[in-house]
Nanobody, 122 residues
Framework: QVQLVESGGGLVQPGGSLRLSCGAS????????MRWYRQAPGKQRELVAA???????NYADSVRGRFTISRDNAKNTMFLQMNSLKPEDTAVYYC????????????????WGQGTQVTVSS
């Protein structure tokens, strides 16, 4: 069984910063891609940022230049450094990973964390 657990959310004023973490545990052979999604009330879940095992990154236009995604492959951990936060960044942030559990011949499975709330408000 694989688990993804997010942490680091909270309440922050506009212009402030937060650092989210996502730790993956359990039976893991390799993690190919890790992503951060977010979902605001009444809106669809949207992709915020993604990072491959080789370190290639991709960002939504709305966060590019303000957010930085990174990962520690040895610890199966991913981070999201969020700077210059805006009220429109308020959402539940979810960790997502594409991974293989036993060996390189396994199918790629997708896992989700339970989410962490980020609220940007004065």
């Amino acid at each position: 069984q694989v688990q993804l657990v997010e942490s680091g959310g909270g309440l922050v004023q506009p212009g402030g910063s937060l650092r989210l973490s996502c730790g993956a545990s359990g039976r893991i052979f390799s993690i190919l891609v890790m992503r951060w999604y977010r979902q605001a009330p009444g809106k669809q879940r949207e992709l915020v940022a993604a990072i491959t095992s080789g370190g290639t990154t991709n960002y939504a236009d709305s966060v590019r230049g303000r957010f930085t995604i990174s990962r520690d492959n040895a610890k199966n951990t991913m981070f999201l450094q969020m700077n210059s936060l805006k009220p429109e960044d308020t959402a539940v942030y979810y960790c997502n990973a594409d991974l293989r559990t036993h060996n390189s011949d396994d199918p790629i499975l997708k896992y989700w964390g339970q989410g962490t709330q980020v609220t940007v408000s004065s």
